[in-house]
């Protein structure tokens, strides 16, 4: 499980250092080898290790072709989607077009999401936190509110 929230820097050439706890996970989960693309819904990026990135494709492989939404969601995740290998320090070099996609500049935050990471600009993830909390006094829906927290 990739999960815990981390505050990043990245250098001078867009690299980024995965944090330690995590590389030997990844290492094992697809031998360094990750997936980035953007996120149709946030202005962040979404890093898969390979695995979890083939069992992504699949299914968006097989969505309907000709249907509008398919298309634009498919673009979006396929299209943008980028292989990246963690080098013997543990960093990925994230290209300049997805750094821009996600407009990442010096400090980011890499956030655990299970079987990904997602990785924001520090101030985008700071004012969409304080926005999804201010928004947590709405009604849940039905399929969470039996959740215990």
């Known amino acids: 499980m990739l999960r815990g929230l981390n505050a990043l820097t990245l250098d001078g050439k867009g690299r980024m250092a995965i944090p330690t706890r995590y590389r030997e996970q990844l290492r094992e989960n697809g031998d360094g080898q990750l997936v980035i693309t953007g996120d149709p819904v946030d202005r962040c990026l979404l890093l898969y290790p390979y695995p979890e990135w083939e069992v992504i494709e699949r299914k968006l492989v097989r969505l309907p072709a000709l249907n509008k939404q398919t298309r634009k969601l498919q673009r979006l995740l396929l299209g943008h989607a980028t292989e990246v290998e963690m080098d013997g320090n543990g960093r990925i070099l994230l290209p300049p077009l997805l750094r821009e996609y996600g407009r990442l500049e010096k400090r980011v935050?890499?956030?655990?999401?299970?079987?990904?990471?997602?990785?924001?600009?520090?101030?985008?993830?700071?004012?969409?936190?304080?926005?999804?909390?201010?928004?947590?006094?709405?009604v849940l829906p039905a399929e969470l509110e039996t959740l215990s927290l």
């Open 109 to 138: 935050m890499l956030v655990g999401q299970g079987n990904k990471f997602e990785l924001w600009d520090e101030r985008c993830w700071s004012e969409s936190r304080e926005l999804w909390l201010a928004e947590s006094e709405e």
